[in-house]
Nanobody, 126 residues
Framework: QVRLEESGGGMVQAGGSLKLACAGS????????MGWFRQTPGKEREFVAA????????NYGDSVKGRFTISRDNGKNTVYLQMNNLKPGDTAVYYC???????????????????WGQGTQVTVSS
C-alpha cells in the first residue's frame, strides 16, 4: 500500500521559515518524480515545486521561486520543501505527490500525479 505522509506544517509569522517533509512507503520512491502542491478552500490545487527522481533540475511555481527549495533524500524515502520568507499568501494545506512517469518532464499539473498525502497545514500570519 502506497503511503505519503507530510509533516512540518504549522503557524509562523510573515518572513519566517518552515521545512516540510514527506515520507514515502510502499512505492519505489527513488524512481519517482515528486511534487508539492498547495490548496486553499474553494480553489484548485496550485503547483509549488517538483523534483526529478535523480534530483536534478527542480521546477518551481512562479509565486515561490527564490523563496522555496525542494530537495530529496532517496535513502530516507523523503522529499523536503524548505520555505523561506513566508508570506500570508502562502497559507494553505500543502500536499506531496508522486508522479506516474519518471521519464516524463516534470509536470505542474496535479493530474499527472498518482499518489497523494493527506496534507499539512501551513499558516502564515501578518
Amino acid at each position: 500500500q502506497v503511503r505519503l505522509e507530510e509533516s512540518g506544517g504549522g503557524m509562523v509569522q510573515a518572513g519566517g521559515s518552515l521545512k516540510l517533509a514527506c515520507a514515502g512507503s510502499g512505492l519505489t520512491f527513488h524512481q519517482k518524480n515528486m511534487g508539492w502542491f498547495r490548496q486553499t478552500p474553494g480553489k484548485e490545487r496550485e503547483f509549488v515545486a517538483a523534483i526529478r527522481w535523480i534530483a536534478t533540475n527542480p521546477n518551481y511555481g512562479d509565486s515561490v521561486k527564490g523563496r522555496f527549495t525542494i530537495s530529496r533524500d532517496n535513502g530516507k524515502n523523503t522529499v523536503y520543501l524548505q520555505m523561506n520568507n513566508l508570506k500570508p499568501g502562502d497559507t494553505a494545506v500543502y500536499y506531496c505527490a508522486s508522479a506516474a512517469n519518471p521519464f516524463a518532464p516534470l509536470s505542474t499539473s496535479a493530474r499527472d500525479y498518482t499518489y497523494w498525502g493527506q496534507g499539512t497545514q501551513v499558516t502564515v500570519s501578518s
